[in-house]
């Protein structure tokens, strides 16, 4: 954990450029000092004063109110002061130099935030969520972000992190008696515990992957033979020509991105080159680099000609798709097979079938209503809460230490299994920030806007 901070910062804390109001804010062991130095006085605790505010040589730059937040009840831990002036960029630029003058220093992005998770004031998930909140594109996301500042996500981390502990005292405990080690280790009630454990961190893992997508959005590879209409899709969901449509096959060699949201959840879009053989180099490469695509995408779109392709070839085409993708079947050019536009009879398992036209648009309802499900939008409830790729990651190294530890317990090797029990709370911890290193902090809280 890094050392608390001792000196005292100060930003502006709202968006540059002209407004009605602007706010510089100040936290940190010398804001008695400053606030003497430019209000002549220190206001009331948590009361808005009107007051004048002042330079280094005592000329009045403006004049505002002035909030004093006494530590430990405020933001940061920290005596935290705000000063609200007249918004505009000259005037904020002049209030800000004459409380560095008074001896503030500037702050880094996010280091009012992160002050307030040195302090205690937040652990580090919920740090995290309130950029999210500011960075929110939709009211659903705002609200998901809310709840993880509120501290939902975190509750079921630190539950889910009490059992973990318990169930490796209770290993510990069997270590401390070698006499009777193996009848504890061999306690079915002990491995009962420890499934109910990996059940547990399963169910969140679950949640932390639907809440990871609604912050990092969620990443869709178009895939399908040659003139399927990949790009055509990919112009469609973008509503603009940024891929070339060309009747000659091979025209998409290599990968295109867009970026998009759909009712304010962000989606990126990567159109892939088609999938077939082929005796040019910079296709073949292509056709790589489409595989390698898919692999790494939360869910493949697969698209047909629905006109030309036959139920034996799109199963052959399912077939050589890479494992484990997830796989959304779309047969395009509906206008010309004749096929109602919109949801279709499953017809090969696992995976949801739509039918569209990529030409009309028909269809295009149904595949953004589709998309939203998958990344939560449908069934998000209560439970919601946003979280990062960080804490998907750490959730899942924590499950994998679980799995290892219960395969220990049916050996009865108590050590090993409170081992991995040990490396499975030091994972659960990265998420709240229990375990953490400096480096980690520096770059999460250099994401943040500065003044905040």
């Known amino acids: 954990m890094a050392t ?12 540059p450029g002209i407004g009605g109001v602007g706010i510089v804010r100040v936290s940190g062991s010398g804001v008695r000092e400053i606030s003497a130095a430019v209000l002549r006085r220190l206001p009331p605790p948590r009361h808005a004063t009107f007051l004048l505010f002042r330079d280094a040589n005592g000329e009045t730059i403006d004049q505002g109110l002035a909030l004093y937040f006494p530590a430990p009840h405020s933001y940061t831990g920290e005596d935290v002061l705000e000063l609200h002036g007249h918004g505009g960029p000259v005037v904020m630029d002049l209030l800000l130099q004459s409380v560095l003058a008074a001896g503030a220093r500037p702050a880094r992005p ?43 996500f975190s509750r079921r981390v630190h539950a889910i992190n009490e059992s973990l502990i318990a169930l490796r005292l209770h290993i510990e405990a069997a270590l401390d008696f070698p006499e009777e080690e193996i009848d504890f280790l061999a306690d ?26 609604l912050h990092d959005g969620m990443t869709i590879v178009l895939a399908g033979r040659p003139n399927a209409g990949k790009s055509s899709l990919l112009n469609l969901l973008a509503q603009r020509d940024s891929a070339i449509v060309s009747p000659v096959p091979g025209t998409t060699r290599d990968i295109l991105r867009e970026h ?48 030309s392709e036959t139920p034996e070839s799109i199963s052959r085409l399912i077939d050589e798709l890479p494992m484990n993708v997830r796989v959304t079947l779309v047969r395009n050019k509906a206008d010309i097979s004749g096929r109602s536009a919109g949801p ?6 696992g995976i949801t079938e739509l039918a569209l036209s990529a030409q009309s648009g028909d269809g295009l309802e149904a595949l953004r209503a589709h998309l939203k499900q998958c990344m939560g939008y449908q069934s998000a409830g209560e439970g919601t809460f946003s979280a990062r790729r960080r804490h998907l990651e750490a959730m899942n190294r924590a499950r994998v230490h679980v799995e290892l530890a219960n395969t220990q317990l049916k050996g009865q090797n108590g050590e090993f299994a409170a081992e991995e029990l040990r490396r499975a709370q030091q994972a659960l911890g990265e998420v709240t920030g229990e375990f953490t290193s400096d480096d980690l902090l520096g770059r999460i809280f250099a994401s943040f806007c500065i003044g905040k």
Not at 188 to 213: E, F, K, M, N, V
């Open 344 to 349: 279709q009879p499953t017809r090969h398992e």
């Open 110 to 152: 996010g280091e009012f935030t992160e002050r307030a998770y040195l302090n205690g004031k937040l652990d580090l998930a919920q740090a995290e969520a309130v950029a999210d909140l500011i960075e929110s594109a939709s009211a659903h996301a705002a609200h998901a972000a809310l709840r993880s500042l509120e501290g939902v």
């Open 4 to 15: 608390l901070p001792r000196d005292t910062i100060a930003a502006v804390a709202t968006p």
């Open 188 to 213: 079915a009630a002990l491995l009962s515990r420890s499934r109910q454990l990996a059940a547990s961190i399963d169910a969140l893992l679950a949640d932390t992957r639907q809440g990871q997508l």
């Open 260 to 307: 998009i949201q759909i009712d304010g959840l962000p989606l990126h879009v990567l159109d892939t080159a088609g999938l077939r053989e082929s005796a040019d180099a910079i296709e073949t490469e292509g056709v790589r680099r489409a595989r390698a695509a898919m692999q790494q995408a939360d869910r493949v779109l697969l698209i047909v000609d629905d006109a």
